[in-house]
């Protein structure tokens, strides 16, 4: 847990009519907590919070974000800017270590990463085991947590020079793990990254480069590709990373506790959403566009279908991802001049649901997803990438958040408890007496 600030006030529960008192705790934006660490100890009570809607697992330095008012900012800084001003490989930095780089400690981390961008040769040959139609993001998961027999002398958590090797080395080979995995389902022969590109050029020269032809890299795809990579850089606890931290809480390893948030991140109410979103789109148009069917079916209690890409946990007025990216997708999509119906249902439904008074009471707005994976299928990214994309995109944080926790002086196994529902004691009995 890193520093929260005191507070002197206190909150006070009452429970079988004796008043116990809980600290509140404060962070640097004025939050409020009551700390509740002790209440079993003192009371035998717990507290309980399915989905953890109002629980805080952690206080972090990291990012800061405010749902109500639509604010994310990485280290203090606030996202519009970074997104503008900044690469994703310094965002990196910024969200490992707390600062903005130098031009120094941006070149040496530029430089590591770059030496370390291919794959052991043996790890490759994994990519003829899969399936051709395996999803990317479980050969993703698969290959990430492959990485600890790989590379057996960085996986102690407790030792800085390990973690900081293993941390270049996931930084460096997710891109090449992710364009395998794309090379793989489309039979074409895998594409060695070359060192002498940055980072989002040579994923999009892994991803669509071929031995037989030159590849032109677009300038605006990976202008477009570095915004999207920044944007989903870091969310706080979200379930992926609450995942990271959870497994990484038991001292395993950094590959192992990342493996895992890959399978967290694949759901498609977190990061599965921007491909269940396009399927949703395709699926409208294969209904004859029949946008308002679609957006009834979301409003019937007794349906189970949700508009994917609308809504969000946290942010209640608007997800100021999905605003940055709009511009950026509006930008792209007038330039490339594409003339896709995709598009034009994906607008439609924005529309509607934007004045409909079923999303503007719940305060369902588009969120990052819903406009991400328009512009990954604007520059070409196949669909089932998608969520491999936020992956990537995501690595940073998940590896500052691990980071932080091993760091924290408090650090404690995640372990939460339960309310028990079941039977209570039953007498044994033997099978031949089972009915
Ligand atoms: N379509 C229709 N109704 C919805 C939707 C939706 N997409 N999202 C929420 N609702 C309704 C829900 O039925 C409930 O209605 P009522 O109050 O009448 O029972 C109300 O809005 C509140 O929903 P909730 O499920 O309590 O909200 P939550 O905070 O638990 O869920 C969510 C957040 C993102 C899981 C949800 O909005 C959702 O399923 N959205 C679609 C999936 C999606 O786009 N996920 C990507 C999130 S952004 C990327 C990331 O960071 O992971």
Redesign the pocket.
Known sequence: MSDTLTNDSTAKIILDSTEIELPVIEGSENEKGIDVSRLRSQTGYITVDE?FVNTGSTSSAITYLDGEKGILRYRGYPIEDLAQRCDFVEVCYLLIHGELPTEQELDGFRASIRRHTMLHEDMRDFYKGFPRDAHPMAILSSVVGALSTFYQDSLNPSDPEQVEISIHRLLAKLPTIAAYSYKKSSGQPLVYPDNDLKYCENFLRMMFAVPSEPYHIDPDFVTALNMLLIVHAD?EQ?CSTSTVRMVGSANANLFASISAGICALWGP???G?NEACVNMLNKIIADDGNVEKYVAM?KDKTNNF????????VYKNFDPRATIIKGMCDRLLEKMQIDDPLFDVAKRLEEVALNDDYFVS?K?YP???FYSGVIYRAIGIPVQMFTVLFAIGRLPGWIAHWAEMHQSPSKKICRPRQIYTGECVREFVPLENRS
């Open positions: 989905g969310h979200n109410l977190h990061g959403a979301a949700r508009l994917m890409g609308f809504g969000h946990r719940r369902l969120n990052v997803d």
